[in-house]
């Protein structure tokens, strides 16, 4: 009940921020997502200069200069005692493969600045609560280190399918729409190919999830893609009951319908 509370007042307090300052980004969720002015002070940075380090499934790590972004850690503090510490947690949804307690409380430091949705910041003790910022969709965390910035969105994620709502109803988990180092970075999360993906837009790498019954197909994954058009998509959190789905396909569908689309296949399960 006092973490649920706790929760309550995070909420509450979310609009007059501290360290974070978050308001509404559309109350239309199909809309698209307006370009922060952030993406336009430094639009001269190669992508390169923001490392991508998969972890495993829907696990992995962005980095920008002085800034590091844990997203989804799971698989045990071990995992990541060789990296830097983060300074931003993302957790999309309260599922195993995305939040692990375990995890969460080896790597959390006290400067580490946690976003995470309301149904996973109750699982979280009122010790670790010290920073956390608790949005649902559609909302926005400004964080500020060394003079570099970060903006995050909370974006919409939910099956789509009937026999798939069970998974993850719309409005519990979030995808991730993050500003920095000059560019727009979409993690989907758990998700299928809503319209609050195909209308995303200025997305410069996309984290695209594909595997069966949970999320989507590669073709749903693939269409989604070529509508919002990233300049560089990820495949990622692509294993289901059934194995791994076929990355290469999408791959190849992808770049049928627009080769200016590059697509990056990397072992996202190389770590039990």
Same mark, same amino acid.
């Given at each position: 009940m006092r973490n649920f509370l706790l929760v309550l007042f995070l909420i509450s307090i979310l609009s007059f921020g501290c360290k974070g300052d978050v308001k509404d980004v559309n109350t239309n969720q199909t809309s698209k997502i307006k370009t922060d002015t952030i993406s336009i002070l430094d639009n $001269? $940075?190669?992508?390169? #200069?923001?490392?991508? /380090?998969?972890?495993?499934?829907?696990?992995? +790590? %962005?980095?920008? @200069? #002085?800034?590091? +972004?844990?997203?989804?850690?799971?698989?045990?503090? =071990? !995992?990541? $005692?060789? =990296? /830097?510490? *983060?300074?931003?947690? !993302?957790? &999309?949804? +309260?599922?195993?493969?995305?939040?692990? %307690? @375990? &995890?969460? @409380?080896?790597?959390? /430091? #006290? &400067?580490?600045? *946690? +976003?995470?949705? *309301? #149904?996973?910041?109750? /699982?979280?003790?009122?010790?670790?609560?010290y920073n956390m910022f608790a949005v649902k969709n559609n909302a926005r965390v400004d964080y500020t280190k060394a003079g570099l910035d970060v903006v995050v969105y909370s974006v919409p994620m939910y099956n789509l399918r009937e026999e798939a709502l069970k998974y993850h109803p719309k409005g519990r988990g979030n995808g991730y729409v993050v500003e920095f180092g000059g560019k727009r970075i979409y993690i989907s999360g758990d998700t299928e190919d809503i319209p609050e993906m195909r209308n995303l837009s200025n997305i410069d790498i996309a984290f695209v999830c594909m595997n069966l019954p949970y999320t989507m197909t590669v073709e749903s994954a693939a269409s989604a893609v070529l509508d919002f058009k990233p300049k560089k998509v990820y495949p990622y959190h692509y294993r289901g009951t059934e194995g791994f789905s076929d990355i290469e396909k999408f791959k190849s569908l992808v770049n049928e319908g627009n080769e200016d689309i590059e697509v990056i296949l990397l072992d996202w399960y190389k770590n039990p």
């Open positions: $001269k $940075k190669p992508l390169s #200069d923001i490392i991508v /380090k998969p972890i495993n499934h829907a696990s992995f +790590i %962005l980095e920008y @200069e #002085d800034i590091v +972004i844990y997203v989804d850690p799971v698989g045990g503090p =071990e !995992l990541y $005692k060789n =990296e /830097k510490d *983060p300074n931003v947690i !993302l957790i &999309t949804d +309260i599922h195993d493969d995305h939040f692990n %307690l @375990e &995890t969460f @409380e080896g790597i959390m /430091k #006290d &400067t580490t600045q *946690p +976003i995470v949705p *309301p #149904d996973v910041a109750i /699982k979280i003790p009122m010790a670790l609560q």
